[in-house]
């Protein structure tokens, strides 16, 4: 008797724990999805660029999916850039549509989102709400610069964008006023890399080039082949320049 009620409890464990198991799986994954769109909504893309988009987010086993409605074309890959940077998710399934019509590959209004999003991407151009318009490929910049090497690299930059045939800067140099212990934002790892993917597509001077982006801490580590070393410390510089960026780890080869 002994032996049958041994047996049984025994075969009774086993059935409970074939239950038990996956329930358990089942609860972590879920917490760990959870966790994982509570991360991406709490990234600084998503805080700031994306905060006025109506994003959607949904993750299952690592595997995101992004719904909804965003103002602009370039807010689309941002969002889902940023996404597949944060920890645990293994793809993004980006269903995200573009409120009107989304502008064509060149167009005036296509290279007015490419130059909005380089110079508010780049630390020196990001705070000074510089104006832009776009009429067939010639920009024009308007608006304040904070000095005169702001209005300079505004100019450069706009010029760099493919599609841009000229650039006039009509931006008034008013030095912004000093503001005294204001703390530095904080910027995500997820968030710093994608900006950098994108101003590096978005660039003329380096949107052919096959770079790899990885960022810890704020450190950027920026690999792939270069043409010659000229374009390796392009590369450099123009990373630097972007928000949340510490320093960069150049490990690009020159062909």
């Not at 409120?99 to 590959?105: I, R, V």
């Not at 045939?165 to 030095?175: A, G, L, Q, T």
């Not at 997820?190 to 978005?202: D, E, G, N, R």
Request: charged share 20%.
């Amino acid at each position: 008797m002994k032996a049958r009620n041994y047996v049984a409890m025994m075969a009774a464990i086993v059935v409970m724990m074939t239950i038990v198991a996956p329930l358990r799986a089942s609860f972590a994954s879920s917490a760990s999805d959870a966790a994982i769109v509570s991360s991406i909504k709490d990234t600084y893309v998503y805080k700031t660029y994306l905060k006025d988009d109506d994003i959607k987010i949904a993750s299952r086993n690592g595997v995101v999916k992004l719904t909804g409605v965003v103002a602009e074309g370039f807010h689309k890959s941002l969002a889902a850039e940023t996404a597949e940077g944060v920890n645990g998710v293994k793809s993004v399934d980006n269903r995200l549509t573009v409120k009107g019509a989304e502008p064509t590959a060149n167009s005036d209004a296509w290279i007015k989102e490419k130059v909005k999003a380089t110079l508010l991407f780049h630390r020196s151009t990001s705070g000074s709400g510089i104006e832009v318009s776009v009429l067939d490929g010639k920009v024009t910049l308007s608006g304040k610069a904070n000095s005169q090497a702001q209005k300079e690299l505004a100019t450069e930059y706009a010029g760099d964008i493919d599609g841009v045939k000229s650039v006039d800067n009509n931006m008034v140099v008013s030095p912004a006023e000093t503001t005294t212990g204001k703390a530095v934002e904080y910027i995500d790892d997820a968030s710093i890399t994608a900006q950098v993917k994108y101003a590096l597509l978005t660039h003329r001077s380096t949107s052919a080039i096959h770079t790899k982006v990885s960022t810890k801490s704020g450190v950027v580590t920026v690999s792939g082949e270069a043409k010659n070393e000229a374009e390796a410390k392009l590369v450099t510089k123009l990373v630097n320049d972007i928000n949340g960026v510490t320093s960069v780890n150049n490990l690009m080869t020159v062909q």
